[in-house]
């Protein structure tokens, strides 16, 4: 967008609004009354007669003063300057006067009231054609020209008239035609319709009609004023707004159409060209309502980011509580919630909506962390006995990698992001499984003790809430999590059974060994069967190993279980821990000389 050069008009200047680097607070950019700039308030002006021709001469014949007539020789000359809409020349002639010492005060202010009414005249639509645009231009050089002039103590009758202060009254007297022309939002106003009156008044205010109308020169000056009362109202509609999520998508709709064109062109300062026009016409500004624009769609992006993170943070503790009554967990409502964010941002633009995309991310990622640190808090509190609370959160994170999964295709986060959501997730996941299987491990051994010989110990029914605990989470089932935790399962149920009956064996009488074949084939059946049903079939079968204990020699004993426990481990390699390898025939022998020294 091709930005406007001007030259802007008198009193203390308020910031442009130009882009992102803008203020951010909106208390920043509300404009307040005009106030002349200490630097440009003269109290006189040094003249003479030299300087004064000096300056007449450099005019251009349709641009200055023809001739100086001093106040002392005739009124008329003075009344008729003014009458004519030459103000510079009635000026000049009137700051020769007061230069030599007379008051001039009453002819200043007559002065000032005749630009003021050409003003006026201009601002409510009266043609009078060129001539109008002659005595505007002619207002104009006389504000310029006293405004560039250095003060001077020795013209005190000058700051009588006001003189210094006719920059801000122009200023005021533009504004104050902007604030009347622009509507004032009320409360009790429906936002709707207020939009269409404020549409209809930067139509007016704006038009081709009205430039035409004020002149170049002059309407370079109106419009800036104007736009910056319009930007003062729309500040005030923002605020008001407020968490209104309706009004906020309605008001920005609205400035997209009306200050950057019907297609709704994007506010940022680096958006392509467009042939499209706004609506108000060619002379509006859109610049400098890029930085409001700006701060609408931070609004817009807050509120939805503001709900969604409340409802995760419901979602969160409705789960912590209510996981085990409920047969799929509440995290399935997670991938909804956050696509429905993104479609809600679609239809207010490009813009927002890509901001939109970029938060939900963000927010998933806080959330992970967020969920990380809940975990072990969940785990210790519900890890009751007959209760797997692993089990849950193993199927909850089977869930958020799919919705990362899913988000990622929609919305092609940063690698750095990819890497700190998936290290959360996995780690969620480490801790969960490992604290399955050392409680898994842990009631195995318990269950096993004294299991061998008593036939009412059914191993399969102890674990019975743990396989229902995997029944109840179909989120885990056919993922390569589950399949990987089925294993793990494997490897500590059958590994914890296998040592429990090599250690019952060292105890037994190796003529007593074979009781023990048909519970043991009982229990191997058992346990396969409730593996296969979970785990699938490709887990491998130990029923042929384990039972080779009871296929060996007669001659038993316990070099026979270390080398059946030796055989079983080369067949299934992990199954067994360390404390319970076979030993070496050095430790064995050392083992017996030590009994035999305790015996003597």
Known sequence: MDLVHRKVFWGRRKSRLGG????????QILLAEPQGHPRRQPRGHPFNLRRISGFLKGLHTNEGPQSVIPLDETSQGFQQLVQEGKFLEAYLSVSTSAWEGQDCGPQYQALAQSMWQVVQQALEGVRHGQELELKLQAVLDTVEYTQDKPPSPEAGTLEDGRVATWGSQLERLLRSDAEARVPTWDRRDKLGPFLEKLEEAVRQGLGSPRASQLGARFWTIYSTCFQEVLLSRLLELKHSCGASWNSCCMLYAWGRTTLFGQLGRETLPNAPSTSQKPTAGYLLDSMMFVTWMSQMQKQLVGLIQERLEETLENVLICDQKKWAPFSHPTFLEIFQLLEEA???ARPIGPSVTSQVQAMVLEIFSKFLNRYQDKAVHFLQQNATAGAFPEVHLLGNCCILRKTW????????????????????????????????????RALCQNLLKGHFGRKERDLVNALQSLWQGLEGCPSLHSTPVYE???????VVVFGEYVQALATHLRMLAPRKWGSLRTQVEMDIWKLDNIFRKHGGPGLAIPEEPILGIFQ??????RETVDDWLASFRDRFPGYLSMQDQPCSSVDLEVEVKGRSCCCC
């Open 484 to 490: 990987s935790l089925m294993q793990s399962l494997h």
């Open 405 to 440: 999964q899913e988000l990622s295709q929609a919305c092609f986060p940063p690698a750095d992001l990819v890497t700190a959501v998936q290290g959360a997730i996995h780690a969620i996941e480490g801790h969960s499984r490992d604290h399955l299987l050392l409680r898994v």
């Open 20 to 27: 992102e680097e803008a203020g951010s607070e909106c208390g």
């Open 552 to 557: 060996l020699s007669e001659n038993k004993g």
């Open 342 to 344: 993104i479609i809600a």
